[in-house]
């Protein structure tokens, strides 16, 4: 399977033989999704992990008024998924959704957790990317805990332009969990 | 070392020889700490880990408004830290503090990624730490988004009760991110 953006996340991270990276990309699934496509939706147990080769997906909550609080957006080159329902095999509260037309790889929980005890080197490419994702969370809630919403957008520029720029007005600021109103003034502003 | 919980935490998980197990715990050194100590501060960048063998320690941020929100709290037989700032070494907002007094083990940083090369089985258990990191971060997170107070209490008096009996109503309240106020009148209503 040629997948060239897998490769290199894995190659950045771990050393495999020739054959162990065969194996591991043997068990990813090209899946071709539509822009808005939800991939996971909410009360499922999610036993997938996908890749991103092309497009963006997100992860998202519904909120008890009706609005979106997007937490997590994967671009090009990195994985995506409800990821604690993936991990302990209990329905997710979170959907995940393609945000544009994308081209994905698709692994199964089961292929994946096989994986762990096939390759040795597996167990630290996913404790690398676990570790990723705590220090992301745990930036995500610091920033809404301890920034405005101009010093938050003005982050994200910093940081992550890619949101911005490739996000419509209404994610962006399900994003930074502001209203599109209030994410308009700041564009405004700057 | 005498770490009985500790030794329990590790065999519980992964399998080590007696001699893998012997050069981890040689990592480790107790440390006797006094209610209410704080033990990372924000703005430092967290390079301990600790294990609780006997009292509780929690991990709290302190908000704009003044008030405390706790994230964590650890009672014996776990780990806990300003899990982010150790991985990334960036500086916390995180407070870590004592809420009894306690025995903990402290790793350094330094010792902890160590082990990951001296002992293969510690990068597996690291990993299902992070896993369970990852899932209650999640919950919590997802209980604050779903569920209105009384659901909140009803769930913690359901899945760890310890933390209502043994944490004054100031650290429950601000666990459930409810008022103190708020708090009283749950439990006069049960």
């Known amino acids: 399977m040629d997948a060239p953006l897998l490769t290199q996340y894995i190659t950045d991270r771990i050393r495999l033989t020739d054959d162990e990276l065969a194996l591991a990309l043997s068990r ?10 939800v991939l996971v939706g909410k009360g499922e147990v999610c036993r997938q992990l996908f890749f991103v080769e092309k497009g ?13 609080a997007t937490r997590y957006i994967a671009f090009e080159g990195i994985f ?31 292929d994946f957790y096989a994986l762990l005890d096939e390759i040795p ?3 630290r490419l996913y404790r690398i990317s676990l ?22 957008h003005d982050h994200l520029m910093a940081t ?13 600021a399900s994003y930074l969990g502001i209203t599109q109103e209030s994410l308009s003034r700041l564009k405004a502003q700057r």
Chains 1, 2 share one sequence.
């Open 28 to 37: 990813l699934r090209p899946r071709q999704v539509a822009k808005n496509e």
């Open 56 to 68: 963006c997906i997100r992860t998202y909550y519904l909120q008890q008024n009706g609005s979106e």
């Open 80 to 110: 995506g998924t409800a990821l604690a329902s993936f991990i302990s095999e209990q329905p997710t509260l979170e959907y995940v959704q393609a945000l544009e037309p994308s081209e994905l790889l698709v692994i199964s929980r089961t």
């Open 121 to 123: 080197a597996w167990e």
């Open 131 to 152: 570790e990723y994702a705590q220090v992301l969370n745990t930036w995500r809630l610091e920033s809404l805990i301890s920034m405005d919403a101009k010093a938050r």
């Open 160 to 172: 992550d332009p890619q949101i911005i720029r490739r996000c419509s007005n209404r994610i962006v």
